[in-house]
């Protein structure tokens, strides 16, 4: 079973950086999967951010975020890292770590497990 678990959202200015870690346990074979963030606010569909392929080696962003957020892999310490610069208020949302196996994708019904999340808000 693979479980996650968020971490480093908070509260911050425009303009201002964040980065957010999403750790793996309970499972050998988190190298074999590929992670992606999502973010959500009440009311509205989940969103699409990014994905990291199992190997590191593709990244996938959503058209409103690439040039500002970098996602990374660490798979020694069973860690995703976002990377997020320039925050503007629009990105203030839940942000959520999902795993699927090998292969990344674009749509969150095609994940299998989730983190429970982590705030972020951005201020004017």
């Known amino acids: 079973q693979v479980l996650l678990a968020e971490s480093g959202g908070g509260l911050v200015q425009a303009g201002a950086s964040l980065r957010l870690s999403c750790t793996g346990s309970g499972t050998s074979w988190f190298n074999n999967y590929a992670l992606a963030w999502f973010r959500q606010n009440p009311g509205k569909e989940r969103e699409f951010v990014a994905s990291i392929s199992w190997s590191g080696g593709t990244t996938d962003y959503a058209d409103s975020v690439k040039g500002r957020f970098t996602f990374s892999r660490d798979n020694a310490k069973n860690t995703v890292y976002l990377q997020m610069d320039s925050l503007k208020p629009e990105d203030t949302a839940t942000y959520y770590c999902?795993?699927?196996?090998?292969?990344?994708?674009?749509?969150?019904?095609?994940?299998?497990?989730w983190g429970q999340g982590t705030q972020v808000t951005v201020s004017s």
């Open positions: 999902a795993a699927r196996h090998y292969s990344g994708t674009r749509y969150s019904y095609e994940y299998n497990y």
